[in-house]
């Protein structure tokens, strides 16, 4: 742990944010999911998570939001990571079965495959 973070009943804190431990890796595994669905929706990961709406933005959430939840990432976290209220993420389950978001979640995990 670095100094500005210390470790107390299983929770760490950092810069005076309280954090769960294993919710700190799950947000680590989150940004790479962003970047291996940006790189495949040739997409900035930013966008992802700014406040576009077009086609490409949308479905690279919805690819992004498929893999987290299925990484273990709760609606709650998921929303944190993407900048957006639980509710609005749960919305983009609609289009985890297009045939669209499952190239793209399919081509991001070889992707992430290749990057381990």
Request: glycine fraction near 6%; hydrophobic fraction near 45%.
């Amino acid at each position: 742990m670095s100094k500005r973070s210390f470790n107390i009943d299983g929770y760490v804190y950092i810069r005076a944010d309280l954090v769960r431990a294993d919710e700190v890796d799950l947000n680590a595994h989150a940004s790479r999911i962003i970047q291996a669905v940006s790189s495949v929706a040739l997409v900035q990961a930013s966008a992802i998570t700014g406040r576009g709406r077009r086609h490409p933005l949308t479905l690279a959430r919805a690819a992004c939001v498929f893999m987290m939840y299925e990484n273990g990432l709760s609606w709650s976290a998921i929303g944190r990571v993407l900048g957006r209220h639980h509710s609005s993420v749960m919305a983009y389950r609609e289009r985890f079965f297009e045939p669209e978001t499952e190239r793209m979640v399919e081509a991001a995990k070889q992707r992430l495959k290749g990057a381990a």
